[in-house]
Nanobody, 115 residues
Framework: QVQVVESGGGLVQPGGSLRLSCAAS????????MRWYRQTPGKQRDMVAQ???????DYADSVKGRFTISRGNASHTVYLQMNSLKPEDTAVYYC?????????WGQGTSVTVSS
């Protein structure tokens, strides 16, 4: 069994910061890519950022310069540092772990940016 758990969401004011964490456990295969997605009601789930095993990164245009994705050294973990947050960043953020055989999703963590 593979379990993926996100944490770190919450309520922040515009211009504030949050750091999201994702931890994967269980009998997981070799990981190729780790991604963060976000989704609001009635809208599609969009990729925000990704990081490869070589630690190469890529970002959606809407978050470039504000968000940073990183991978943990000691375990199957991935982080998303979110700075200069805007109201349009409000969403449920999901972690996606991708391997050659399959991919695994967490339950999501809610981020609300409001004054």
């Amino acid at each position: 069994q593979v379990q993926v758990v996100e944490s770190g969401g919450g309520l922040v004011q515009p211009g504030g910061s949050l750091r999201l964490s994702c931890a994967a456990s269980g009998s997981i295969e070799s990981i190729s890519v780790m991604r963060w997605y976000r989704q609001t009601p009635g809208k599609q789930r969009d990729m925000v950022a990704q990081i490869t095993q070589a630690r190469n990164t890529d970002y959606a245009d809407s978050v470039k310069g504000r968000f940073t994705i990183s991978r943990g050294n000691a375990s199957h973990t991935v982080y998303l540092q979110m700075n200069s947050l805007k109201p349009e960043d409000t969403a449920v953020y999901y972690c996606n772990i991708i391997t050659v055989r399959d991919h695994y999703w967490g339950q999501g963590t809610s981020v609300t940016v409001s004054s």
